[in-house]
């Protein structure tokens, strides 16, 4: 059963530090997917990569300097394909280099098809307590579609067990898919919300560059809904969560109140957070200078990297107080909290373009939350990318 022994610490608002383990290796390699993730079919030496992982653990304390860990996140990849002994060895690195309190939030990302009811307790024994699951569909010619090994059936058995097991569980599903109407993604997400779930990622299917599903999509044999339709389903999607307790607090992220993701809040806030693994991208601040590390994406080159040379960062930016403000605005108008004004501010050196703003406000895009926050308007995240650029200048 859940662990009712468990109790997240309060979410203070503050950004928090956060670290990000990436473990890049899956069973498949899904169609749509652009993300770090590799296929091996030979076992993973995984005792080889735990003494990577904490090699490039310590490295990157030395970069942070002492922090308060607020959580942890297991991404890929498939995490879920690790042993339980790994994520406890790798948790143990976290806390042997930063202040890890009791009742922090530590996810893991796992595919149903690879859950088994052993690993999930083992999982939980190693300190994991909110786990997020790659559902994708609820039905399964779609999920033949999207390249995912598991079917319907093998979803709701992973959504039953994480609800048994972990004290947390969110599921992710993937809209605008080809010829979804709108009744059938509202059947859908209904359905996804009698799991008693209290968190939900809704992604719309993206055609990104150098997956399978580009070179279908270029060729004309993938088509997908217009930015229009694409568009409906959206405001449906929003419409639809609001109204059964499970609004959006972020772009593509649903929660009942004090469910959200914390590891996520930490990057939407742009707060610090350590990232390992290969291919992790991280934030640290030193003194006023935000440092930029990104590591080695193929995860053999990364290893060999770490061994040599204690770590497996290949690019390391000190990014200016123009470029920090920016980064700033494009993480928080995602939110629906917002952006801390004065803080864009005091990082920035001047206020918002009056006449940027103005326009914005009169077209109803964004809006004012008193005098120390700015937010994205329902129909504003519709052209999020504009609406940052407009004010970034």
């Known amino acids: 059963m859940t662990d009712r022994s468990f109790t997240l610490l309060p979410d203070t608002g503050e950004p928090g530090f956060g670290v990000y383990v990436h473990w890049p290796f899956c069973a498949a390699k899904c169609p749509y997917c652009d993300f770090n993730s590799h296929v091996r079919h030979q076992p993973v030496d995984q005792s080889r990569f735990v003494a990577a992982f904490l090699g490039e653990l310590k490295a990157v304390r030395a970069i942070s300097g002492a922090k308060t860990v607020t959580s942890v996140f297991m991404g890929g990849g498939t995490p879920s394909l690790m042993d339980p002994s790994t994520v406890g060895a790798i948790l143990d690195g976290i806390a042997a280099n930063w202040h890890m309190p009791d009742g922090i939030e530590i996810t893991m990302e796992a595919n149903p098809s690879s859950v088994e009811a052993t690993r999930f307790h083992g999982y939980r024994a190693a300190g994991v307590n909110r786990v997020s699951l790659g559902v994708q569909a609820l039905n399964d010619p779609d999920l033949r579609f999207l390249g995912r090994l598991h079917d319907v059936a093998d979803a709701l058995k992973a959504i039953k067990l994480a609800r048994e097991i972990f ?71 929003q419409e639809i969560t609001a109204r059964e307790g499970l609004p959006a607090y972020e772009v593509s992220n649903h929660a009942r109140p004090g469910a959200e993701s914390r590891h996520n809040l930490t990057y939407w806030r742009y707060g610090d957070y350590a990232g390992v693994g290969p291919g992790a991208h991280g934030r640290l601040t030193q003194g006023r200078t935000k440092i930029a590390t990104v590591a080695e994406r193929h995860p053999e080159t990364w290893l060999a990297a770490v061994e040599q040379n204690g770590h497996g960062i290949i690019e390391r930016e000190d990014l200016d107080h123009e470029a920090q403000a920016d980064e700033l605005l494009l993480m928080g108008l995602r939110l629906r909290e917002g952006v801390d004004l004065a803080r864009w501010q005091q990082l920035s050196g001047r206020d918002p373009d009056p006449d940027k703003e103005q326009f914005l406000l009169d077209h109803g895009f964004i809006e004012r939350l008193g005098n120390s926050r700015l937010r994205c308007t329902p129909p504003g995240m519709l052209i999020l990318d504009a609406v940052v650029a407009d004010l970034a200048c």
Do not use: C
């Open 167 to 237: 004290p947390r569980m969110s599921f992710d599903l993937i809209y605008a898919r080809p010829n979804q109407t709108v009744d059938a993604w509202e059947r859908e997400l209904k359905e996804a919300m009698s799991y008693a779930v209290d968190h939900l990622s809704l992604y719309q299917l993206t055609i990104e560059e150098g997956t399978a599903f580009y070179g279908l999509h270029k060729a004309g044999k993938l088509i997908v809904p217009d930015d229009e339709h694409a568009a409906t389903l959206y405001e449906a999607t």
